[in-house]
């Protein structure tokens, strides 16, 4: 079955005590508007919308970068769900498919609980997402009778008898496009917020005689976040289920409650991760690689059987070849290291390509940037650049040339070639210890 998911994200999330909006929170590396998405799509949404509001600008600008696909929807006054949910409905007329609505605040509905919901419209035209909670305070109730859901009443709106009801409204909603539009367009503002309540399509549903339904989920796939409190437990739990999840798919981690995961991380077959190791978003790494402890890496591909680390900072663009290497206190942005290709101490590779097997000695620094301008530089295959050299790009180094140590590399090397861009070394025969002597001398009068 078809969906379009919508998701809503205009709340102002006031209990965070933040100038950023609450969805732009990172939960595992990424907004926290994110992980609704990420389910939608996995789930296989058609389209994606999302309804912004407070904040909005920054929420748009991200959505916007990450896919110009998602459509953004404005609700000016956040006048409640229903409301949220009728931004969409011009964007949404004549679609055929169901809509699921999601929450930016909500960041662990799984899939496959999507795809559940959308079995149950087999029987009912209205699918409602719930949890049994111990503690229902503040949650919308479940009005069942048998399998049939006649209606959801507000917290505030319950009669004591209702109270008692502990099965809740986690909020996500599944229903055909053209009838949760107009049922929406029957619900008035008759209630304790005076708000449009998208809870309140049920019982206008029931009154039509359309079936409805509700499927329960775990109480922890319906976490919302309103406080930084609550955010540092998602975080919790999210990193324990990614840990399990790597573990499972047979990532050796000797310390696995150091290591942190991002939303998009993705790890192949029989790697290993040493103690106290971050991933930020955007990392990928092949099968058989080795990340060393206390290493930090955001936005880079580390391909098969390289090792990285210990300490080593691999920042966007960090593209690492078939078992190279990079050691200890390097940092690499924006560049290739070739298959083979070795970074073992104390370098900085910024804006550059490296060849097949190269070297790069210790302490070799690329100066990528003139204090205006960024500039590339392209190293050759199995090319030798000796310790503590400084590679001034723009430059091109042919394969097999040979950077000899402490150069200061300002133009471009054929293939073969030694370069000694240094002073070059004058010894004075004695003059040492006669200068000593002399220094000693000189104080001790
Ligand atoms: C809502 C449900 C309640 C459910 C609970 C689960 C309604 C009327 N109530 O209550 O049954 O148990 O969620 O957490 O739907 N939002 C907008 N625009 C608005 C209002 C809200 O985008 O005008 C967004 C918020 O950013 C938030 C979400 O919708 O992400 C839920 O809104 P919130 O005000 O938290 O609803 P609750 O009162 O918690
Ligand atoms: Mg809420």
């Not at 409905?89 to 909500?106: E, F, P, Q, R």
């Not at 049922?183 to 998208?198: I, R």
Request: include cysteine.
């Amino acid at each position: 079955m078809r969906f379009a998911a919508v998701i809503l994200a205009a709340g102002k999330g006031s209990r965070m005590n933040s100038d950023l909006p609450k969805v732009m929170h990172r939960l595992a590396g990424v907004p926290l508007v994110d992980h609704a998405l990420n389910s939608a799509v996995r789930a296989g949404a058609d389209s994606i919308h999302v309804v912004v509001g407070h904040g909005g600008d920054s929420v748009a600008e991200h959505l916007a970068a990450k896919d110009p696909d998602i459509a953004i929807h404005w609700q000016r006054t956040q006048n409640g769900t229903g409301h949220a949910v009728q931004q969409v409905a011009d964007a949404l007329a004549g679609y055929d498919g169901d809509v699921i609505v999601l929450y930016g605040d909500t960041p662990f509905v799984r899939p496959e609980t999507l795809h559940a919901m959308q079995k149950a419209r087999e029987n009912a035209q209205v699918v409602v997402l719930g949890f049994n909670a111990k503690d229902p305070a503040g949650y919308g109730r479940l009005v069942m009778q048998g399998d049939s859901l006649e209606a959801i009443v507000e917290h505030k709106d319950c009669t004591e008898a209702q109270r008692a009801i502990r099965f809740c409204n986690s909020g996500v909603v599944c229903a055909p496009a053209a009838l949760l539009f107009s049922l929406l367009d029957e619900v008035g503002t008759d209630n304790a917020s005076a708000e449009v309540y998208l809870t309140d399509i049920v019982a206008i549903a029931r009154g039509r005689g359309l079936p409805c339904t509700a499927i329960a989920c775990k109480r922890s796939e319906t976490l919302g976040i309103n406080t930084r409190q609550e955010l540092a437990h998602a975080e919790k739990v999210f990193q324990k289920r990614a840990r399990k999840a790597a573990q499972a798919n047979g990532v050796a981690m000797v310390a696995p409650k150091t290591v942190h995961f991002a939303l998009d991380t993705v790890l192949g077959r029989d790697i290993t991760i040493e103690p106290n190791v971050f991933f930020g978003p955007d990392v990928t790494v092949e099968n058989g690689a080795g990340i060393r402890a206390f290493s930090h890496l955001e936005g880079c591909h580390i391909s098969q059987n390289a090792q990285i680390g210990p300490y080593a900072r691999l920042r966007p663009g960090a593209e690492i070849g078939a078992s190279a290497r990079v050691g200890n206190f390097v940092e690499i942005k924006a560049a290739g290291i070739g298959n083979g290709a070795k970074v073992n101490h104390l370098s900085y590779v910024g804006d550059a390509s490296v060849g097949a097997k190269t070297n790069i000695g210790a302490g070799v620094i690329f100066c990528n940037y003139d204090g205006v301008n960024k500039h590339r530089s392209t190293l050759g295959e199995s090319v030798f650049v000796g310790s503590n050299s400084a590679l001034v790009s723009p430059v091109e180094i042919g394969d097999e040339a040979l950077i000899g140590t402490g150069s200061v590399v300002t133009q471009n090397v054929p293939a073969g070639d030694l370069v000694l861009a240094r002073a070059k070394q004058v010894n004075k025969a004695g003059r040492g210890k006669r200068l000593m002597d002399l220094l000693r001398t000189r104080k001790n009068k």
